[in-house]
């Protein structure tokens, strides 16, 4: 015959008191959440609504499988297990809270094999935690500092985890003893027999003494989640759920711009919803800070800083978004502030540009989206840098002084450069290509781009490209003084409005040709009248054709953020066009014509921003006869540049030059070539390997160089 069950709270005074508790840590947890909602609800709106699939799909994959910290194994695998085990460990509690009213879960209560299960993923939490302890006691890696949170926080998460699985294995032992193996856990029967010596008496009031500790951990832990950094283990779901399915290239349009009162970011309730909530994910990993290439080289951006510098600055202005009369201000809990020590309060000090986060890390970011491709929470750094140069650039007209003649060469000249956009076809004078206007039905338009067609040794790019594609016989065309800069740098440091305006005249250019490949759509909602007016206006009958380029910059922006003005385009970066070329035997080229031992650099903006990695090194293949010798850091792991976000036209003042860290990455494989496809990328690189006086040892040549050489050679 089994034992009557023992109550835990000692009888019906004990579970008031425990319904009090209860109810008591719920309000004040649900009054913490609460507000940090109401928070949210406060910014600015955004529709994270669509691709449901994607997002369920992305839910269980990265939240469930956890198949975004899992890229750093030790730390990953730790982090796995203490996710889990905190599910599997809230069953256990819930049938411990249902044991105060004498009753259990269904189905699990009682059963021996959600015991087993429940007591193996208590253990694999204690390891988990030995693996933090010493992680952050110990190793102390660079990543895991913070100039916003001390490392008392994650000390604290520890013990009270500790705490919780402690009291849990405490409580399983001693209701094992105090009911003579009925209640029988894995983990009672192999510590009970330490206690044996005690009467059943003592064994029933320590099972009620640590089922008590226990609840209370717990409660406390609930009460103290939301107001730690561990805010991410209820964000980082919602935030997951919420990610971007948009374009990974565009930026988010600022629409209206001639009517509006804000340019950007200056105050953090100007950011959306979803760029608050990327704070409260943000789990403080540091990973992002760990491939920054601006923090890698000694510039003061650190990445993880950019977002906790968000939730603080939220945190600080609390009170004053949430106003006078809100609930919480009433009950004098607005303010959600966490300083801690003295060296914190300093660092929460206003305004959000020039306090928290410093102007010299906003203009130190290049773009290349490293952050964002490891973060394993899905935060969005480089639109909130981007959010916030807009600011500086037409709210307070603050930007590197070099950057002033760049915005202006653009808007006078159609290029970066003192150079009238007439001359745009010159480098092509001799080689017998057709302007669009000449040729106005030609299946395919070769975007030179403002690299390819003003500066020198990116026109030598331009005309190999040229000789492939007659070598392939495209019918292909240029737009000469038609073309005009994308906009890109403009937009990347923050100039939006110089950006539509290259983009409308762009596109009203392209779709004059009959290359929009449908038409402005009503139900778009990111697209501004004048921009529908543009799209729609055109007469000419769309064709479908391919625009080409060599610009991943050109590309990028063409491809993926004209469509917000009513732009839409098959765009074809010139490594895959190629590519295609060969799979169709239109260009058949001398295979291992190349004998020099060779690497590939990824661009960042086709790269991590467009996934196109294997078809440069499908080409590089067949004309070299050694392959590709990968450098350590390749694919969506690539070092950038250093070119991108509009640095090329800014000084490099502070640390070490980024194209010489990815240059001296490069030597290391004893590459002669380093081959490249990116205009910005050779430019950089061939200064780079000045800098570290490797002219005799390497070369830059973008993949098209090779291919017209070995045409030639053919």
């Known amino acids: 015959m089994t034992p009557p069950a023992i109550s835990p709270t000692g009888g019906w005074l004990g579970t008031i008191l425990f319904v009090i508790l209860f109810v008591a840590a719920l309000v004040l947890f649900g009054i913490r959440v609460g507000k940090l909602v109401t928070l949210l609800?406060?910014?600015?709106?955004?529709?994270?609504?669509?691709h449901i699939n994607d997002r369920v799909g992305a839910f269980f994959k990265v939240v469930l499988g956890q198949s975004g910290v899992l890229r750093d194994p030790i730390p990953g695998i730790a982090h796995f297990f203490t996710f889990w085990g905190f599910i599997v460990i809230q069953f256990g509690l819930l049938n411990l809270i249902l044991g105060a009213f004498n009753g259990s879960i269904p189905f699990l209560g009682e059963n021996r094999v959600f015991a087993i299960v429940l007591d193996v993923f208590v253990v694999l939490v204690l390891l988990a935690l030995v693996v933090f302890a010493i992680r952050r006691g110990i190793v102390r890696p660079k990543q895991l500092n913070s100039a916003l949170h001390g490392p008392w926080d994650g000390f604290i998460i520890l013990g009270l985890i500790f705490l919780v699985i402690l009291t849990l294995a405490l409580v399983e032992t001693f209701e094992y003893a105090a009911s003579s193996g009925a209640a029988w856990t894995p983990l009672g029967?192999?510590?009970?027999?330490?206690?044996?010596?005690?009467?059943?008496g003592t064994?029933?009031?320590a099972y009620r003494t640590f089922w008590w500790l226990h609840i209370l951990t717990v409660l406390g832990f609930l009460i103290y989640l939301p107001r730690s950094k561990h805010l991410h283990l209820m964000a980082t779901p919602f935030n997951v759920f919420f990610r971007s399915y948009k374009p990974k290239g565009e930026l988010p349009l600022?629409?209206?711009?001639?009517?509006?009162?804000?340019?950007?970011?200056?105050?953090?309730?100007?950011?959306?919803?979803?760029?608050?909530l990327d704070g409260y994910a943000c789990t403080e990993c540091g990973r992002c800070n760990t491939v920054c290439p601006a923090l890698?080289?000694?510039?003061?951006?650190?990445?993880?800083?950019?977002?906790?510098?968000?939730?603080e600055a939220l945190f600080v202005r609390s009170g004053e978004i949430l106003g006078e009369n809100s609930i919480y201000n009433k009950l004098g809990v607005a303010g959600i502030g966490a300083d801690k020590t003295p060296e914190e309060k300093e660092a929460h000090h206003e305004p959000l540009?020039?306090?928290?986060?410093?102007?010299?890390?906003?203009?130190?970011?290049?773009?290349?989206?490293?952050?964002?491709?490891?973060?394993?929470?899905?935060?969005?750094?480089?639109?909130k840098i981007v959010d916030m140069r807009r600011s500086l650039v037409m709210e307070e007209s603050e930007f590197p002084q070099e950057v002033t003649s760049l915005f202006n060469n653009i808007e006078r000249n159609g290029n970066p450069w003192e150079i009238s956009n007439d001359k745009r076809a010159e480098w092509a004078a001799s080689l017998d290509i057709p302007l669009l206007a000449e040729n106005p039905e030609a299946k395919v338009l070769y975007w030179v781009g403002c690299m390819g067609s003003f500066d020198r040794r990116n026109q030598q790019v331009a005309t190999s490209v040229a000789k492939v594609l007659k070598a392939a016989n495209v019918d292909f065309a240029i737009l000469g003084p038609e073309e005009t800069c994308t906009g890109d740098p403009a937009r990347r440091i923050g100039n939006e409005y110089l950006w539509q305006m290259q983009a409308m005249q762009n596109i009203e250019t392209l779709n004059g040709y009959g290359f929009n490949t449908k038409a402005a759509s009503n139900g778009d909602k990111e697209q501004s009248e004048a921009a529908t007016a543009v799209a729609t206006a055109t007469a000419i009958t769309n064709k479908h054709r391919t625009i080409i380029t060599a610009c991943p910059h050109c590309f990028n922006t063409i491809k993926n953020e004209y469509p917000q003005l009513g732009g839409n385009y098959e765009v074809v970066h010139h490594t895959v066009f190629i590519d295609s070329l060969m799979a169709e035997e239109k260009l058949k080229l001398l295979k291992g014509f190349d004998k020099r031992k060779l690497t590939y650099h990824d661009p960042c903006y086709i790269g991590?921003?467009?996934?196109?990695?294997?078809?440069?090194?499908?080409?590089?293949?067949v004309l070299n006869s050694n392959g590709v010798t990968e450098m350590g850091r390749n694919r969506n792991k690539s070092f950038c540049c250093g070119g991108g976000g509009g640095r090329v036209w800014m000084e490099e003042k502070v640390g070490k030059r980024v194209n010489q860290t990815r240059v001296n990455e490069a030597l290391k494989t004893n590459a002669e070539v380093l081959a490249a496809g990116c205009p910005f990328c050779i430019t950089m690189f061939e200064d780079g390997i000045k800098g570290v006086d490797a002219e005799e040892k390497m070369k830059v040549e973008d993949i098209s160089e090779i291919i017209a050489r070995a045409i030639e050679t053919k």
């Open 41 to 50: 609800q406060k910014a600015r709106p955004e529709d994270r609504t669509d």
């Open 608 to 621: 991590r921003y467009n996934d196109t990695y294997d078809e440069p090194r499908r080409v590089l293949t």
């Open 353 to 383: 540009i020039g306090g928290i986060i410093s102007q010299e890390a906003l203009w130190a970011c290049t773009t290349c989206m490293a952050c964002m491709e490891i973060c394993p929470v899905s935060i969005e750094h480089v639109p």
């Open 189 to 200: 029967a192999f510590f009970s027999p330490l206690f044996s010596h005690l009467s059943q």
């Open 296 to 311: 890698n080289t000694g510039k003061p951006l650190y990445p993880k800083e950019i977002i906790l510098g968000v939730k």
């Open 203 to 205: 064994n029933v009031i």
């Open 254 to 276: 600022i629409e209206n711009l001639e009517d509006r009162e804000d340019y950007g970011v200056s105050k953090v309730e100007q950011f959306t919803w979803k760029q608050l």
